[in-house]
């Protein structure tokens, strides 16, 4: 099933595997890393040197590289990391044909599977594979976020053992979340964390993609879903609210806040004895907030008139 390439290192990568650090944080939350056209454009010409069958494949009416791009947005992970598991689990991008038996597909990660071929129907297909493997990860992170750990035990600069009898301190929540899927290091061969930090690599470099825009120890807008401070890059003092849906990337303000030309302008809001917090503005007739916040007024931090307000996306 996996290529002779997936245990090859690229070729000029400097970077040498640690077990602590699979993956920065900011990398395996960017969602818009890359969209489906690209998706699609790398499965017509994998690191394979010949098109996945993913490529034209279809289950439930939806195409590989839609149900990616669709689950990357919805649990806001990045893309990547759906491909490489669809290889590590059952070297699905290096298949030129549907391959056999069907199971290897329609339940790819075994989401819905007792056992054997006892699976769900509701699950079958990889579209809903995909979005099982993305909720699964997104539950992980959430769980850090609200008690430091998940609830298998993996959490930042917290020590536990892998089922290979290896004790491993995550460094990053992304890393943490990893363990927490597959709580295997099995270095230099499949099954663990290092088949997926090497075809990370293999594929990144594939595909072109150099990590997030606001760099690797960060990378969060205000405004974006956050697990911890490390995932934002607003700035010096970036803050991840974690006491709001998903986490939210802020960053203490005293009047006004930081903008950046390629990113939604915000407003220093008034949280009372909190003190001045950057929220996104946005447009009340036509609100586009995130899932679990609302487009509401709030006056400026420090203002004495209350006509000196802004409609954000908060909670309140």
């Avoid at 079958?124 to 850090?144: I, K, N, P, T, Y």
């Avoid at 979340?177 to 295997?184: C, G, N, R, V």
């Amino acid at each position: 099933m996996l290529q002779e390439l997936d245990f090859k290192k690229p070729e000029g990568l400097e970077a040498e595997f640690d077990r602590n650090t699979i993956l920065d944080t900011a990398s395996f939350l960017d969602a818009d890393a890359i969209d489906a056209t690209q998706i699609q454009r790398f499965l017509h010409r994998t690191p394979y040197a010949r098109a996945s069958f993913l490529e034209t494949y279809q289950s439930n009416g939806v195409r590989a590289a839609d149900a990616i791009a669709r689950a990357a947005r919805t649990y806001r992970l990045n893309p990547l990391v759906f491909l490489v598991y669809a290889q590590a689990t059952q070297g699905l991008i290096g298949e030129a044909n549907y391959p056999f038996p069907p199971e290897r597909v329609e339940y790819v990660f075994r989401c819905g599977c007792l056992q054997g071929s006892n699976c769900l129907a509701e699950l079958a297909g990889f579209d809903r594979q995909v979005d099982c493997l993305g909720r699964g990860f997104r539950v992980a992170l959430d769980q850090m976020a609200a008690n430091t750990v998940t609830d298998a035990g993996w959490g930042v600069d917290t020590t536990s053992t892998t089922l290979d009898n290896l004790k491993v301190t995550p460094t990053t929540e992304a890393t943490a979340a990893l363990y927490d899927h597959t709580p295997k290091v099995a270095e230099g061969s499949a099954g663990g964390t290092w088949l997926f930090w090497n075809l990370w690599n293999v594929y990144a470099t594939g595909i072109d993609y150099a990590g997030p825009l606001g760099g690797a120890t960060g990378g969060g807008w205000i405004g974006d879903p956050c697990a911890s401070d490390a995932s934002c890059g607003i700035g010096e003092g970036s803050t991840c609210a974690t006491n709001y849906p998903d986490g939210l990337c802020t960053i203490s303000c005293q009047g006004d806040c930081p903008s950046e030309p390629e990113q939604p302008q915000a407003f220093c809001a008034d949280f009372k004895s909190s003190g001045g917090f950057c929220l996104p503005i946005c447009n009340p007739g036509a609100p586009n907030c995130r899932e679990g916040y609302k487009c509401v007024r709030l006056k400026r931090f420090g203002a004495i008139s209350a006509d000196d307000s802004e409609t954000v996306c908060s909670v309140e």
